[in-house]
């Protein structure tokens, strides 16, 4: 292979093989089983199939968290167990894993600071990722008191904060209502069309039609089709003609002319098409906007970060898809600190707690205990962040 060719490569595998074995050692699950397929830069790769097909377990071996156990992985070229790979990858897990005691800008702001971005840097980003996703409103609530919905969207700001080249996104689309879908595909559309290559993992087919320029069908961990969306799902045997609405005469005038060509009427199908449910569902949510109508909950999405639009037809891409931004309540104020850094006050407990939010729980009084493990913790983080 040239070395050109090798270069616009970013995920290959051969023969790729996932073993889990049990206490014994004996093999529990052929999670994955002797997979190929080549990832090039700038594409929308999708990972498709349904629950337990080895989507999850791929995407963690791309992201060396495990192990292949058999057949050939290389991402950027490299093993992925490469520690400089890492820094150019973005990763929304299936689960969103947050911080509960930190606000929406504090775990930006972490995540930022792992990756050694300058404190201007990440309030920056940080800001202009919460407004993209939605979370204007949201910038100083704890993480802990999240939606889904919401957690999903701050774990795709995350995803975002290092300025990845690859971005991997698993289930992306899961828990958000149908204008939270919208949104995250025309993130991945913009992402695209900065260069940016992205591996989507789902089992919602819906969502990977509109954004995939490539994909894989798993099931049982075996590839059972590949291809171009055109490729896999295009119909050989119909031709679809649209037409503004027919008049009946015009209809009934083409309908023999077709017969009188051979076509057997029975397979003629004239009539309106039938819009999809999303598009119905968009229109629906834009109309009661126009007029309006109060909602609580999570907002449009804002404006794109800049550092993510390279390029103006990125941005046109955008302007096209959204409607202009909505005027934030006043919690969206920036926070006041000069230089944000994580507030290691909130942190209660690093190392310790890793759980996903619980959006029933509402924000309570700390109790001593509470105080005592949060003094511990900022000793652990003062340390960890110097
Ligand atoms: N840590 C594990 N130990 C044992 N089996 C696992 C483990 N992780 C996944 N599996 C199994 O591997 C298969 C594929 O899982 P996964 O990759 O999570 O599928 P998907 O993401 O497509 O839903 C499933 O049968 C699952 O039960
Ligand atoms: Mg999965």
Redesign the pocket.
């Known amino acids: 292979m040239s070395e050109q060719a090798q270069n616009n490569i970013v995920v290959e595998a051969t023969g790729l093989t996932k073993i889990?074995r049990d206490f014994w050692n004996r093999p529990?699950?052929r999670?994955v089983n002797g997979i190929d397929f080549t990832v090039k830069a700038g594409q929308v790769f999708g990972l498709l199939?349904p629950?337990?097909?080895?989507?999850?377990?791929?995407v963690k071996m791309i992201l060396g968290l495990l192990y292949p156990s058999r057949g050939v992985l290389k991402v950027f070229g490299e093993d992925p167990q490469n520690v400089e790979i890492k820094s150019r990858i973005g990763y929304l897990p299936?689960e969103t894993y947050l911080y509960r005691y930190l606000t929406a800008m504090e775990t930006l702001d972490f995540y930022g600071a792992l990756f050694g971005l300058s404190p201007k840097m990440r309030r920056e980003r940080s800001e202009q990722l919460l407004n993209m996703v939605g979370l204007a409103h949201a910038f100083n609530r704890r993480v802990g008191e999240f939606s889904k919905g919401m957690a999903r969207r701050i774990g795709l700001a995350q995803a975002l904060v290092n300025d990845p080249d690859l971005v991997i996104l698993d289930e992306p689309t899961s828990g958000l209502d149908p204008i939270g879908c919208r949104e995250v595909k025309d993130v991945i559309r913009l992402l695209a069309s900065r260069g940016k290559t992205v591996i989507l993992?789902s089992?919602l087919l819906a969502d990977v039609q509109d954004v995939c320029d490539d994909m894989v069908v798993?099931y049982g961990?075996k590839i059972r089709a590949e291809g171009t969306l055109h490729e896999i799902l295009r119909e050989e045997k119909i031709t679809r003609l649209e037409v503004p609405t027919l008049s009946d005469e015009t209809k009934r005038e083409l309908r023999s002319w077709l017969v009188a060509n051979g076509i057997d009427e029975s397979q003629i199908k004239l009539g309106n098409p039938v819009r999809n449910l999303e598009e119905f569902f968009l229109e629906v949510v834009k109309q009661a906007r126009e007029q309006s109508v109060d909602t609580a909950g999570v907002q449009a999405g804002g404006e794109i970060p800049r550092y993510l639009i390279a390029s103006e037809d990125g941005k046109a891409l955008l302007d096209t898809l959204r409607r202009p931004s909505e005027p934030e309540p006043a919690a969206a104020k920036p926070v006041e600190q000069e230089q944000p850094k994580v507030d290691v006050d909130k942190l209660e407990a690093l190392g310790a707690v890793h759980e996903a939010p619980k959006p029933e729980e509402t924000q309570q009084e700390e109790d001593q205990a509470a105080k005592e493990a949060r003094e511990k913790a900022n000793k652990k983080l003062s340390n960890l962040l110097k």
């Open positions: 889990f529990k699950a999670a199939g629950n337990g097909s080895g989507k999850s377990t791929t299936e993992c089992h798993l961990g």
